[in-house]
T-cell receptor, first 113, second 114 residues
């Protein structure tokens, strides 16, 4: 079945440094790739997404890149701040799957002040 | 007020008991979902509903059932709870008339089966 692998599972960076989280997906029909941020005690919240017809998307300090040929996509956070500390999930969705979203296992990001 | 609410937020129950987790939303979305979150496994889809008359199994539906009582309400039941159903459960919604892809999650229900 469809699968999304996410690495690393834990990431610790110094405040101000960049953080990169990488995901690969198995279903070549996937065409939508969201990233969710989950803070302690809360549900996941969409922070950025990218569709298959775009290679890169940026929103302030956050950017996502997509390589459809290699079936992988990445989240880049620049100038990290302590409030970026959270669990981040990548996901993949395709119309062929009935709009079902397959999530990665998550990355716990620690930003040290 | 929160757009997607879940009750209870925490629940401890014993093996064999029946338990219901409830989800309500004020977003007016037709699509609703139930996910389970386990450490190291991310979120896995249990059931989803695209409208009141539509119920579909997700990847891990065994041991669970759902009821879509209204557009705004989607309940998840464990008929006979077992310890490996101990997890964090999330309800989510999405709007097919808007951005059909973005999902809005509730705050979660932490369930412990002893």
């Amino acid at each position: 079945g469809e699968n999304v692998e996410q690495h690393p599972s834990t990431l610790s960076v110094q405040e101000g440094d960049s953080a990169v989280i990488k995901c690969t997906y198995s279903d070549s029909a996937s065409n939508y790739f969201p990233w969710y941020k989950q803070e302690l005690g809360k549900g996941p919240q969409l922070i950025i997404d990218i569709r298959s017809n775009v290679g890169e998307k940026k929103d302030q300090r956050i950017a996502v890149t997509l390589n459809k040929t290699a079936k992988h996509f990445s989240l880049h956070i620049t100038e990290t701040q302590p409030e970026d500390s959270a669990v981040y999930f990548c996901a993949a969705m395709g119309v062929s799957g009935g709009f079902k979203t397959i999530f990665g296992a998550g990355t716990r990001l620690f930003v040290k002040a | 007020d929160a757009d997607v609410t879940q009750t209870p937020r925490n629940r401890i129950t014993k093996t064999g008991k029946r338990i219901m987790l409830e989800c309500s939303q004020t977003k007016g979305h037709d699509r609703m979902y139930w996910y389970r979150q386990d450490p190291g496994l991310g979120l896995r889809l249990i059931y989803y509903s695209f409208d009141v008359k539509d119920i579909n199994k997700g990847e891990i539906s065994d041991g669970y059932s759902v009821s879509r009582q209204a557009q705004a309400k989607f309940s998840l039941s464990l008929e006979s709870a077992i310890p490996n159903q101990t997890a964090l459960y999330f309800c989510a919604t999405s709007d097919p008339s808007g951005d059909p892809y973005e999902q809005y999650f509730g705050p979660g229900t932490r369930l412990t089966v002893t």
